[in-house]
């Protein structure tokens, strides 16, 4: 039995029952065949907890774990800033997470955080239950940050505000009621500056893993102001 505690779960999503609820849509989920996966949080709030986390992801029967590395974004820097991890925790984590994947039956994912990737093609993680190769459907696996860039993803915002990133980078690129998806694709500026590495900032621009990392780009750019800042939260360029 996991001892996850509901209480923090609702308390990040500020609704009492809402772990529950979650389960009872993973239950219905797999009643019908449905895949799904989980998507869970990183934050200080949760750390003792992330190997239950996981094991409730495998024991639901979920095709993938989906662990968020908590970002700036402007309500996290309001409400709860001190949640977000330094680049040494997260390093303990995330090299957690690379040996647990060996023995995991499903794939983990970290979006918000490309060093993981790093990690797993350093150790050479082979996994027992799938073909390594699937490894590379991991968010930043041998290309880096995804926003906005080719075999990456954009967003688009129900008011058809269009921008780089799913969870963070919320800079405005345009707008489909105003251009096409392709004319914002193929010719926004922000997006042709994002797509040149060479052009990257600090550690990240001196960085031997700059082209198959390129550090979060949202990361930097919450905390920062700057997409093309070196990533606060890399522990590789820790000095």
Not at 147 to 152: D, I, Q
Not at 195 to 203: D, I, P, Q, S, T
């Amino acid at each position: 039995m996991t001892v996850l505690k509901a209480y923090t779960h609702d308390w990040f999503r500020g609704e009492g029952g809402s772990f529950n609820k979650a389960l009872e849509g993973a239950k219905a989920c797999k009643a019908v065949d449905l895949p799904f996966q989980f998507g869970m949080t990183i934050r200080r709030g949760t750390l003792d907890e992330i190997p239950d986390m996981l094991k409730l992801a495998v024991d639901f029967g979920a095709t993938a774990a989906e662990f968020f590395d908590l970002v700036q974004v402007p309500r996290v820097k309001k409400e709860i800033p001190e949640e977000v991890l330094a680049p040494d925790e997260r390093k303990e984590v995330m090299e957690w997470l690379a040996k647990a994947q060996k023995d995991c039956p499903i794939i983990i994912r970290v979006p918000g955080c490309p060093m993981y990737a790093i990690l797993l093609q350093e150790k050479e993680v082979q996994p027992k239950y799938f073909p390594a190769d699937l490894l590379k459907r991991i968010p930043y696996y041998g290309r880096g940050c995804a926003a906005g860039m080719p075999r990456g993803y954009l967003t688009i915002l129900p008011n058809g505000d269009v921008i780089p990133c799913h969870a963070s980078l919320q800079t405005k690129l345009g707008n489909i009621r105003e251009k096409s998806i392709t004319q914002i694709w193929n010719n926004s500026p922000i997006l042709l500056k994002l797509r040149n590495r060479n052009l990257l900032e600090g550690g990240c621009s001196q960085c031997i893993y700059r082209d198959k990392c390129s550090g979060c780009r949202g990361r930097a750019y919450e905390e920062t102001g700057d997409m093309l800042a070196m990533d606060p939260s890399c522990w590789f360029n820790v000095k």
